[in-house]
C-alpha cells in the first residue's frame, strides 16, 4: 500500500482520537494536575500542596474500605456472574420448549438502568415491609435487617449486580458452547468420561476465550460498580458500602474535596489497570487452538 | 461387542432424558422466571396502589387505583424528560457510529506500526473508568458552560463509548478478507469508494448490535447526566425517575406514584427489547463469536 493512502486512512480516525482526546485525556491531565491541589471545586482560590492528598489517602479509613468494597464488588460479581451464567447457558443450552423464553427473561435485567433497579430492590431488601421478609413470615421466620450493617450491604449490593449482569456472562458462554464442535464431546463420553469429566477436560478448555472475555468485561464492570449503590444503599450505613466510584462523587460534591477526589479517581484508574492488565495476560496464555 | 452396547446406552442418555429430567428442567425453568421477574412484580403491585395501602408488599394490592399512572402522565415532568432522553440517545447513537465506524475502517486496513500503536492505545482507553475522570471533566465543563446542554453531554458520553465501539468495528472489519478490498482497488475504487461499497454493507449486523448497546447505555446513564443536567427542564427520564425515588428532607416520599413513574419509563424499553430480541440476543451472540 503506497504512503499516501495509508496516511489518508490512518487520517479517518482523526475526529474520533479527538473526542476522545477533548473528553478524556484532557480531563484525566486536569485530574493529575487538580490531585495536587486544595480546592473546593468552585472557588478561585487552589493552593498547590503536592503530593499531601495522596498522603492523607493511607490515613482516610474511608478510602479503605471502598477500595476493599470496590475489589468486593469487583471479584464478587465476577465470580457469582460466571458461576450463574454458565450454569445458566448450560441449562439454556438444553432442548426444551420455551427455551428462548427463559433465555429472553434472563438476559432482560441487563436493559434495566441500575438506578431503577437499585430503587426497586430495596423494596424487596427493606427492613420495614421488604417482600423477601414478607416471604419469610409465611415460614414464621423474624423480620431480618439486611441491610443494617456495611458487610450485609455490601454483599447484597454484589449479589444484585451479579443478578442483574448475568445475562451478558450467559450469551457468552452459549456462544462459546455453540461453537464447540458437538464431536469432542461425543468422542469424551465413548471414551467412558463421565459427564462431569467430559465438561471440565473438554468443554472448559474450550471456552477459554469466552472466560476472558466474561471475566475481563465483569471485573471491569465491577470495579465501576456506581448506579446500584445510589439507590439501594445510597453508601450507607455510614458510607460503610461506597465503592471507590461514588466515593469520588461524594468528595466532590458533597464534602467540597474536588483536589483530594481527583487523588482518589486517579488512585481508581491506577488499582482498575494493576488488577485487570495481569489477569488478561494470564487467561489469555491459557486459551487453546481447536 | 460389550464396549458398543455401553456407548449405546450412553446414546441414549445423551438425546433421550427421560420424564423425570423433563419435570426438574420445568421446574428450574419457571423457578428462574419468577426470580428474574419479581422486580416488575414489585414495581407494578406498588403503581396500583394507593399511598395509604400498607399490605405487604409480597401481596396483592387491597384496592386496586389508576391515579398514581395518571398523575405519572400528568402532574409530573416525565413527559418532558422522555424528549429530553430520546434526544441524547439519538446524539450519542449518531456520534459514536459514524465516528466510530469510519475510524476503525482506517485503522483496521491501514496496517503498519502506527495502527498498531493506535489500537493498543485505544484499548487501554477502554480501562478508564469514568468516574476518575469525574473532577477532571466536571470543572472543564463548568468552565466551557457545557453544563446544562444536551449535546455538550452527548458528546462526552459518546467520547467515552467510542473506544469499545472503534474496538468492536475495527476486530469486524478485520474479519472481513482484504481481497475485496483490493479487487476494488484494482477496478479503480478509491479509499472511500471501497468503504461505502465493500465494507458499508457487511457492517449491517455489527451496527445494529452496537446502536442497540449504545442507545439501552445512554439511556440508561445516570453518574454524568445527574452532574451536568441539573436544570429541571434538562432532566432525562432516569433522573425524573430517581428524583420521584428520592425522599427530600421533611418531604413524604410517595412509593406508588415513583413506582407507576418506573413503569412508565421502563415500558418503551422492554417493549423494543422484546421486539428486537432477535437483534440484541442474536447479535450479542454472533458478536461475542467473531
Not at chain 1, 477500595?67 to 445458566?88: K, R
Not at chain 1, 447457558?89 to 436493559?111: D, E, H, S
Not at chain 1, 439501594?232 to 471507590?244: A, I
Not at chain 2, 425453568?29 to 407494578?44: E, Q, S
Request: glycine share 6%; aromatic share 14%; net charge positive.
Amino acid at each position: 500500500m503506497d504512503k499516501r493512502k495509508k496516511g489518508i486512512l490512518l487520517s479517518l480516525s482523526i475526529p474520533a482520537f479527538l473526542l476522545i482526546f477533548i473528553f478524556m485525556i484532557v480531563p484525566l491531565g486536569n485530574a493529575l494536575r487538580v490531585s495536587f491541589f486544595k480546592w473546593n471545586g468552585f472557588s478561585q482560590n487552589m493552593r498547590f500542596i503536592g503530593l499531601e492528598n495522596y498522603l492523607s489517602l493511607f490515613s482516610d479509613k474511608v478510602f479503605w474500605r471502598s477500595t476493599a468494597n470496590t475489589f468486593v464488588y469487583g471479584f464478587g460479581s465476577t465470580l457469582l456472574q460466571n458461576i450463574f451464567g454458565l450454569s445458566a447457558a448450560l441449562f439454556v443450552n438444553k432442548q426444551f420448549k420455551g427455551r428462548n423464553f427463559v433465555r429472553l427473561i434472563l438476559y432482560m435485567p441487563i436493559m434495566i438502568s441500575g438506578v431503577i433497579m437499585g430503587a426497586i430492590q430495596y423494596y424487596i431488601f427493606s427492613y420495614d415491609n421488604g417482600v423477601l421478609n414478607n416471604f419469610l413470615n409465611l415460614f414464621g421466620i423474624e423480620d431480618i435487617y439486611w441491610m443494617k450493617s456495611g458487610v450485609g450491604s455490601v454483599l447484597i449490593i454484589t449479589l444484585i449486580n451479579s443478578w442483574q449482569a448475568m445475562g451478558f456472562c450467559m450469551l457468552i458462554y452459549l456462544a462459546g458452547l455453540q461453537n464447540i464442535p458437538k464431536m469432542y464431546q461425543e468422542a469424551a463420553r465413548l471414551d467412558g468420561a463421565s459427564k462431569w469429566q467430559a465438561f471440565f477436560k473438554v468443554d472448559i478448555p474450550l471456552l477459554m476465550p469466552a472466560i476472558t472475555t466474561a471475566v475481563i468485561t465483569n471485573l471491569i464492570g465491577g470495579f465501576k460498580l456506581y448506579d446500584i449503590i445510589v439507590t439501594l444503599t445510597n453508601g450507607g450505613p455510614n458510607r460503610k458500602s461506597l465503592s471507590l466510584s461514588y466515593y469520588i462523587s461524594l468528595l466532590y460534591f458533597n464534602d467540597e474535596k474536588a483536589g483530594y477526589s481527583s487523588a482518589v479517581g486517579i488512585a481508581l484508574f491506577v488499582i482498575i489497570f494493576i488488577v485487570a492488565v495481569p489477569i488478561n495476560r494470564y487467561l489469555r496464555s491459557k486459551e487453546v487452538e481447536f | 461387542m460389550k464396549t458398543s452396547a455401553s456407548g449405546k446406552t450412553k446414546m441414549k442418555e445423551i438425546y433421550a432424558p427421560n420424564q423425570k429430567v423433563k419435570a426438574g428442567v420445568y421446574i428450574i425453568a419457571a423457578f428462574l422466571v419468577i426470580l428474574y421477574l419479581l422486580p416488575i412484580y414489585v414495581m407494578l403491585n406498588q403503581s396500583f396502589r394507593y399511598v395509604t395501602d400498607l399490605t405487604p408488599r409480597l401481596y396483592l394490592p387491597e384496592k386496586w387505583t389508576l391515579e398514581n399512572y395518571i398523575e405519572a402522565f400528568t402532574s409530573s415532568s416525565l413527559i418532558g424528560s422522555f424528549k429530553n432522553s430520546i434526544v441524547l440517545v439519538a446524539e450519542v447513537c449518531a456520534v459514536e457510529i459514524v465516528l466510530g465506524g469510519i475510524a476503525a475502517y482506517g485503522l483496521a486496513r491501514a496496517g503498519g506500526k502506527v495502527s498498531t500503536t493506535l489500537r493498543t492505545f485505544n484499548i487501554c482507553i477502554m480501562m478508564i473508568p469514568s468516574l476518575s475522570l469525574l473532577v477532571g471533566t466536571y470543572s472543564l465543563m463548568v468552565k466551557f458552560h457545557m453544563v446544562n446542554k444536551i449535546w455538550a453531554l452527548a458528546l462526552q458520553t459518546a467520547a467515552i463509548g467510542m473506544s469499545s465501539t472503534m474496538f468492536f468495528y475495527t476486530s469486524f472489519i478485520i474479519s472481513i478478507p482484504k481481497d475485496l478490498d483490493e479487487a476494488a482497488a484494482i477496478d479503480g475504487a478509491g479509499i472511500f469508494r471501497t468503504f461505502f461499497t465493500i465494507i458499508l454493507p457487511q457492517l449491517k449486523p455489527i451496527t445494529v448490535t452496537r446502536l442497540i448497546m449504545i442507545a439501552v447505555g445512554a439511556w440508561n446513564s445516570y453518574a454524568m447526566p445527574s452532574y451536568l443536567l441539573t436544570d429541571t427542564s434538562k432532566s432525562t427520564v432516569i433522573l425524573t425517575v430517581r428524583k420521584a425515588f428520592y425522599t427530600a428532607y421533611g418531604a413524604v416520599q410517595n412509593v406508588p406514584l415513583a413506582c407507576a413513574m418506573c413503569a412508565v419509563a421502563l415500558l418503551p424499553v422492554i417493549l423494543l427489547y422484546i421486539l428486537l430480541q432477535r437483534y440484541i440476543i442474536e447479535g450479542q451472540l454472533d458478536s461475542v463469536s467473531k
